[in-house]
């Protein structure tokens, strides 16, 4: 390569490395629900602002909907014009916390809601048009059957509960929120926090919750990022790998999740978002060769991983060639 070619090239990916933080940056969209009593309203709205200050540190746009009293419109129909709103294609993910209580018929499951509730099928409906990467996180109590509504390839669901019949007050919530930015939730060490990290970090305090109040837990989290609607509980990881198969054999959760940040680090900010995006892909790759390791003969499953790993490390050469 020639010295112009070579110092045109170095411009490009400084200016994509110049572009990267603010093109990647994730919006947020938080919901409060009817709080129903004072006391839920003052947690609802110290974890909304947890949310607000993680957003702030990460140079990402937040927007709330619930705590405005002076409201022009219903909550739902704010919530679905903000949807509206939004891009629906993009490298920025797209990320829904609803925050408040649910309830559960036997039939729908329902996020309540100052006026109107807001169900599954109305965000599969306003949703469906949405591209870009999602993360839905209802930390609502009967928050289970929002996950098989809403499930996707692309997104990621969080929530509170295993299924619609755990109907008490969830905790999950407040500590997913004070999870989700902390370098104490940093699981693997590498400067940032996944969304799978903060789910087990919060699964994890909801569990010694109960344990130190002598309770029975009355919450189950599950998280699904295979889009296959099953949704996967924190027991069912060892560090942040899933080691558990389900018994049907289906996919497992964990590894996209694990590719979500809300705060970026140093090293993934400085990444332009295509990049990143050829390397989540070839990350998945790998995993789901390890995950077949015993079905392939050695020597072929070393040369596919090998293939893998190169190409990962040849991006990173684009980042940092030294």
Aim: net charge negative.
């Amino acid at each position: 390569m020639s010295a112009k070619a070579t110092f045109l090239a170095g411009v490009w990916v400084l200016s994509m490395i110049g572009a990267a933080a603010s093109v990647a940056a994730p919006s947020v969209i938080v919901v409060v629900g009817a709080p129903g009593m004072p006391e839920y309203r003052e947690q609802f709205t110290a974890w909304t602002g947890l949310w607000e200050r993680a957003c702030t540190r990460a140079g990402a746009p937040c927007r709330t909907v619930g705590l405005n009293d002076s409201a022009e419109m219903p909550d739902r129909l704010r919530l679905k014009e903000l949807l509206a709103t939004e891009p629906h294609t993009g490298d920025a993910p797209l990320w829904l916390v609803l925050i408040g209580h649910g309830t559960f018929d036997g039939r729908t499951a329902r996020f309540n809601l100052r006026g109107p509730d807001l169900t599954a099928d109305d965000l599969v409906e306003w949703l469906r048009p949405m591209q870009r990467t999602l993360a839905l996180i209802d930390v609502s109590s009967s928050s289970a059957p929002f996950l098989p509504a809403l499930s996707a390839p692309g997104r990621v669901i969080v929530t509170a509960t295993k299924s619609g019949f755990e109907q008490n007050y969830t905790r999950f919530g407040r500590y997913l929120a004070e999870a989700i930015a902390e370098p104490q939730a940093d699981l693997d060490k590498d400067g940032q926090t996944s969304l799978l990290e903060a789910f087990l970090t919060a699964s994890d305090h909801t569990q010694a919750f109960y344990q130190a109040q002598g309770r029975l837990a009355t919450e189950h989290a599950l998280l699904d990022d295979n889009g296959d609607g099953l949704g996967t509980p924190a027991d069912w990881f060892r560090g942040i790998r899933p080691v558990r198969k389900a018994a049907d054999g289906a996919s497992l959760d964990g590894y996209r999740a694990h590719q979500l940040h809300l705060l970026y680090s140093d090293t993934e900010s400085a990444m332009p978002p295509a990049l990143r995006a050829e390397r989540d892909r070839l990350e998945l790759e790998v995993m789901k060769r390890r995950d077949a390791k015993a079905e392939l003969p050695e020597a072929q499953y070393y040369s596919q991983l090998e293939v893998l790993l190169c190409e990962i490390a040849r991006i990173y050469e684009q980042i940092d060639p030294k």
